[in-house]
């Protein structure tokens, strides 16, 4: 099993451009979310998902958009980024949000 | 929302001690309590959780105790070593939600 991928590692965006962060997991969990970490302040809550078709928003969702086309993929679009979503993203998945998550490799993104 | 405060931020110990990290939550609806490592440059992974229905579990030199009353839970490790060196966050979770504390630097000195 791969686990929980990540892709791009590392991007570096200019203000108002737009990406999708690309997160998969071969495990076949149904819960999946993604987090932002920025220094001393731990890992906040963006979007999550209970399962294909359904989403919901965390804590900190403005400017971001997900999907869940399928169990596998959650992907993450930046619409118009800005110097504040400089941050490391961190995707994770369980069975169930009161499970263990896995997290991916995280993508670290820079916003000039 | 919840709300989720850890202290210590940063903690120093010699090999050998015991370090204790502890978390206040606001929610006394949330009900999941996991704590997470993160070594530098890694992804966070889980060292150990309870639920609000346990008042204590251990794994070996790790424990938890959840204090529902106070609204306050704490890691204890036994037997510090060098490797246990890495940034611990605590979590709450109600729900589909997660709050995680903002981090404690705990540094094991040989």
């Known amino acids: 099993n791969a686990g929980v991928t990540q892709t791009p590692k590392f991007q570096v965006l200019k203000t108002g451009q737009s990406m999708t962060l690309q997160c998969a997991q071969d495990?076949?969990?149904?819960?999946m979310s993604w987090y932002r970490q920025d220094p001393g302040m731990g890992l906040r809550l963006i979007h999550y998902?209970?399962?294909?078709?359904?989403?919901d928003q965390g804590e900190v969702p403005n400017g971001y958009n997900v999907s869940r086309s399928t169990t596998e993929d959650f992907p993450l679009r930046l619409l118009s980024a800005a110097p504040s979503q400089t941050s490391v993203y961190f995707c994770?998945?369980?069975?169930?949000?009161?499970?263990?998550?896995?997290f991916g490799p995280g993508t670290r993104l820079t916003v000039t | 929302g919840e709300n989720v405060e850890q202290h210590p931020s940063t903690l120093s110990v010699q090999e050998g001690d015991s370090a204790v990290i502890k978390c206040t939550y606001s929610?006394?609806?949330?009900?999941?309590f996991p704590w997470y490592k993160q070594e530098l440059g890694k992804r966070p992974q889980l060292i150990i959780d309870i639920r609000s229905n346990v008042g204590e579990k251990k794994d070996q030199r790790i424990a938890v105790t959840l204090n529902k009353t106070a609204k306050h839970f704490s890691l204890h490790i036994t037997e510090t070593q060098p490797e246990d060196s890495a940034v611990y966050f605590c979590?709450?979770?109600?729900?589909?939600?997660?709050?995680f504390g903002a981090g404690t630097r705990l540094t094991v000195k040989p």
């Open positions: 998902s209970v399962g294909a078709g359904i989403t």
């Open positions: 994770a998945s369980s069975f169930h949000m009161r499970d263990e998550q896995y």
């Open positions: 495990m076949n969990h149904e819960y």
């Open positions: 929610d006394s609806a949330s009900n999941y």
């Open positions: 979590a709450a979770s109600r729900d589909n939600d997660m709050r």
